[in-house]
């Protein structure tokens, strides 16, 4: 007969859970880095500026301080480093960056940014980064953007530029483009202007790729550098006469009472110092008649109407898209200008009947690379030769506006020499305009070159990269 064990028998052992498909965990509410990548989906996909979206997000989502201030240093960050951010994803992930899904690349750039060029801490990053991939695509993607992102730890920002980098040697172009995060082609073009592949262009780079503080320009007339200082908290402008730095990360602008009320303007100052070298210049005979040639969104000709007014001249403004038309309506409040929408290559205006005539013409903007962060990665070299040829369509048209003896200001935000010297030159040759010294007329500002033109930089002054030419139309 056989005998049962007198142990008990063992209960049977529960099946483990399902594995759950959904997040483990409900993602960590994070307004500010939502509102960050709510901007960088914006601007790939609607082509959208920065400095538009965020502000509105900022202000819709009750966004404000310090998770503000993060929101903007982590979305113009992030656009600024894009070229070296997606060198170094390239190298840490298993699969060509074309073939990952747009929203997931948006997010993995900015936690590529927060590991490399901020000081939170790598799991902060890391884990604030997998939340809202998880949020928005679920685990799979969650788990591949961890898997990149632990990747990126493994070196510093000085460690992958090593690596992902042209050889400082061979290409010492290449790698201060891509250490300082700029196309190489721009990176060219600051050399070419510069004169040098070495420490200058390097600084330049390094200025250029740093969050310029915010400039503000006091409205002649109305309210004094002094003043504006007192009012805002900021520090007079070291040249212009009018203008005032505020510290970056300071807020928006547009909601300070001195821009609400129309006693300042936010302006860089090396577009005050262009504007006001103009007014500068001396004339023989009638100083009258002013004209804006490019006027819109209308920042200079709300200063030049201002200078205008006091010295009992009037300004004509131009400008050919309506819409920014009516912009410089907005900005002159009462400032009386006589604004015309048309083509500044065929305003209509009396040839020969302004005495002094500003032609802030369009350009690439590789001089305020700092301020529209996106914009290093939109343009292409192609861009330069067309914009050149308005260029000069449109400085010669300006001096048949002004009368003989009358002085035009020829002024882009760039520093690329097609847009610059090459366009000033050429119709110089063409029309027998007399190029002056306009070094002459930015008085206290230093390392301005041999001349007779002038290039601002942001590392030698603080601004933007403006060129000035001043030329006066022969008698």
Not at 288 to 301: F, I, M, Q, S, V
Request: glycine residues 8%.
């Amino acid at each position: 007969m056989t005998q049962r064990s007198s142990r008990p028998s063992r209960p049977d052992r529960p099946h483990p859970p399902r594995r759950r498909t959904g997040p483990a965990r409900p993602p960590v509410e994070d307004p500010a880095r939502q509102a960050a990548l709510d901007t960088l989906r914006a601007v790939r996909q609607r082509d959208s500026y920065a400095n538009l979206v965020l502000p509105g997000l900022l202000r819709d989502r009750r966004i404000t301080g310090r998770d503000a201030a993060l929101a903007t240093e982590l979305t113009y960050g992030s656009l600024r480093a894009q070229g070296l951010l997606d060198a170094v994803l390239t190298s840490c992930s298993d699969r060509p960056l074309s073939e990952v899904d747009g929203a997931v690349l948006d997010a993995l750039r900015l936690g590529a940014y927060q590991l490399l060029r901020t000081r939170v801490p790598a799991h902060a990053a890391v884990a604030s980064t997998v939340d809202l991939v998880r949020a928005a695509m679920g685990s799979g993607a969650a788990g591949f953007a961890n898997a990149v992102l632990r990747r990126v730890t493994a070196q510093d920002e000085q460690g992958w530029v090593d690596e992902v980098a042209p050889d400082e040697e061979t290409d010492p172009i290449g790698y201060q483009a891509m250490a300082n995060a700029h196309p190489r082609w721009i990176a060219q073009a600051f050399a070419e202007a510069l004169g040098s592949r070495g420490e200058p262009l390097r600084d330049a780079l390094v200025a250029d790729d740093t969050r310029p503080a915010v400039h503000l320009a006091a409205r002649p007339g109305q309210c004094s550098s002094d003043e504006l200082a007192a009012m805002t908290g900021g520090d007079v402008a070291p040249y212009s006469p009018y203008g005032v730095h505020l510290e970056p990360g300071s807020g928006d602008p547009g909601d300070l009472d001195a821009v609400r009320e129309r006693l300042a303007t936010v302006q860089d100052e090396g577009s005050q110092l262009c504007a006001v070298a103009l007014t500068k210049a001396p004339l023989e005979g009638p100083d009258e008649r002013w004209l804006d040639l490019c006027a819109g969104p209308g920042g200079k000709a709300v200063m030049l109407a201002s200078l205008a007014t006091l010295s009992g001249a009037s300004l004509d403004a131009v400008e050919k898209a309506p819409h920014r038309a009516d912009l410089i309506r907005k900005a002159a409040g009462d400032l009386p200008i006589a604004v015309h929408v048309g083509d500044g290559r065929e305003s209509g205006l009396p040839a020969g009947s302004f005495d002094r005539v500003l032609v802030d013409a369009p350009c690439t903007g590789l001089g305020a690379l700092r301020r529209r962060p996106e914009a290093r990665w939109r343009r292409q070299p192609s861009d330069v030769a067309p914009l050149a040829r308005l260029q000069r369509e449109l400085l010669t048209a300006a001096l048949e506006l002004v009368r003989p003896g009358g002085v035009v200001a020829y002024v882009v935000c760039s520093p690329h020499l097609s847009e610059t010297v090459g366009v000033v030159a050429d119709v110089a040759r063409r029309t027998g305009a007399e190029r002056l010294d306009t070094r002459e007329f930015f008085p206290g500002v230093p390392d301005l070159g041999d001349g007779p033109q002038v290039q601002l930089w942001p590392h030698l002054h603080g601004t933007d990269a403006m060129f000035c030419a001043l030329l006066r139309r022969p008698a």
